[in-house]
């Protein structure tokens, strides 16, 4: 019998939509806990760390992204049961996150022009290379996802990173990214074309939320 779950996150995909979309593709049900940016002052008190997502699991509540993640994987049977098979998902997911914190800092800067050139170079630089690699582990697992033939928790985390880069929310990023890198938006339309995703997303007709839906 599946915990009772419930997330806690802002009413957009950011951190949580990963956890989401495991969430959806094992079947594991769970109540989606969105709330205004307004209503934050007033919940963060109650979260641990004051840092959302937060999953709620049987009224115990469980803080940290990438915990909630791996805990979710676990859940609806991504997570490998051979150590060394886990280590390596691990070892995909903990990059995945390196590649993401890469534009953490860019968040601080206030200056519209200054950020947009930031992010700019990070993604001629940096995120060039840190995709080229993704994009050898893919076709070195077999060319279609990160861990071999069917989707695993690094493949979701991926998915909702490149989805949150082009949406639009994040000024600044360069038009067309992903053309200079197929085989990351290949994987991109991959992952969105899953049954348990087009569900998730077939009735999203504008917002941030297009870009989780297979790209042109």
Not at 31 to 37: L, P
Not at 94 to 122: G, N, S, V
Request: aromatic share 10%.
């Amino acid at each position: 019998m599946s915990p009772n779950l419930k997330l806690h996150y802002f009413d957009f995909p950011g951190r949580a939509e990963a956890t989401r979309l495991m969430l959806n593709y094992g079947g594991i049900p769970f109540e989606d806990a969105t709330f205004q940016r307004e209503q934050w002052a007033s919940l963060k008190p109650k979260m641990p760390f004051g840092q959302v997502p937060v999953l709620e699991v049987d009224g115990k509540m469980l803080a940290q992204t990438s915990a909630i993640e791996r805990y979710a994987a676990k859940l609806a049977g991504l997570a490998p049961a051979d150590p060394w098979e886990a280590a390596k998902v691990d070892e995909a997911a903990a990059y995945l996150t390196e590649t993401a914190e890469l534009f953490m800092p860019t968040f601080a800067i206030q200056d519209a022009e200054a950020r947009a050139k930031a992010r700019q170079e990070l993604c001629a630089g940096p995120l060039k290379e840190k995709f080229a690699r993704m994009a050898e582990m893919i076709e070195a697992a077999g060319g279609e996802f990160l861990g071999g033939p069917k989707p695993g928790y690094p493949d979701f985390a991926l998915f909702s990173f490149v989805s949150w880069l082009v949406c639009g929310a994040v000024d600044g990023m360069p038009s067309g990214l992903l053309d200079a890198h197929p085989a990351i938006k290949a994987h991109h339309n991959r992952v969105a074309a899953l049954p348990t995703v087009t569900k998730m997303y077939e009735s999203v007709t504008e917002g941030p939320r297009l870009s989780y839906k297979p790209l042109p």
